[in-house]
T-cell receptor, first 112, second 109 residues
Framework: KAGVTQTPRYLIKTRGQQVTLSCSPISGHRSVSWYQQTPGQGLQFLFEYFSETQRNKGNFPGRFSGRQFSNSRSEMNVSTLELGDSALYLC???????????FGPGTRLTVT | GQQVMQIPQYQHVQEGEDFTTYCNSSTTLSNIQWYKQRPGGHPVFLIQLVKSGEVKKQKRLTFQFGEAKKNSSLHITATQTTDVGTYFCAGLQGGKLIFGQGTELSVKP
């Protein structure tokens, strides 16, 4: 079974720009969660989507948004980028009957 | 807010020594999971504990869930260089998985 895939793997953006990251979950997994990982803050939960609906949300500003499509693929968007948004963004998928998370390789975002 | 504290932040051991990382929550957890992230990699699921007082073993790794379901530990016996990485606990609270800060393990051969 193919794992979770994320695109792009690396991204460099300028302050004020916006960015869209993509995640394809493992086949059959309908839940997709997004996390931000930084050296100082560790793994921070952004949001979780299930059946195209946001199920849970972490404590991030409204500049961070996401969506999920009918095929369970998910995107997250960050608008008006700030330097502090530089991080590894990880997507994880899971089955609906289990909270075990399968992570993708992440997208390394650098904001200059 | 919801917090899961993990200690120590770093641990340096000689190959063959034991290693333990501890995880504590201010609130009761539905379950606790453990993940390992190798340098440059992504977190990989190790195990999930659900029951109060549960103990599970995977080869040299022993995982425990406290009686009050507020704390957990991961113990590695006789570390090897392949154990290098960051170990995260993650507690399930109200449908959200809250990660600890992680313990970075380095092993000197």
């Amino acid at each position: 079974k193919a794992g979770v895939t994320q695109t792009p793997r690396y991204l460099i953006k300028t302050r004020g720009q916006q960015v869209t990251l993509s995640c394809s979950p493992i086949s059959g997994h309908r839940s997709v969660s997004w996390y931000q990982q930084t050296p100082g803050q560790g793994l921070q939960f952004l949001f979780e989507y299930f059946s195209e609906t946001q199920r849970n949300k972490g404590n991030f500003p409204g500049r961070f948004s996401g969506r999920q499509f009918s095929n369970s693929r998910s995107e997250m968007n960050v608008s008006t980028l700030e330097l502090g948004d530089s991080a590894l963004y990880l997507c994880a998928s899971r089955r609906t009957d289990n909270y075990e998370q399968y992570f993708g390789p992440g997208t390394r975002l650098t904001v200059t | 807010g919801q917090q899961v504290m993990q200690i120590p932040q770093y641990q340096h051991v000689q190959e063959g020594e034991d290693f333990t990382t501890y995880c504590n929550s201010s609130t009761t957890l539905s379950n606790i999971q453990w993940y390992k992230q190798r340098p440059g990699g992504h977190p990989v699921f190790l195990i999930q504990l659900v029951k109060s007082g549960e103990v599970k073993k995977q080869k040299r790794l022993t995982f425990q869930f406290g009686e009050a379901k507020k704390n957990s530990s991961l113990h590695i016996t006789a570390t090897q260089t392949t154990d290098v990485g960051t170990y995260f606990c993650a507690g399930l609270q109200g449908g959200k998985l809250i990660f600890g800060q992680g313990t970075e393990l380095s092993v000197k051969p």
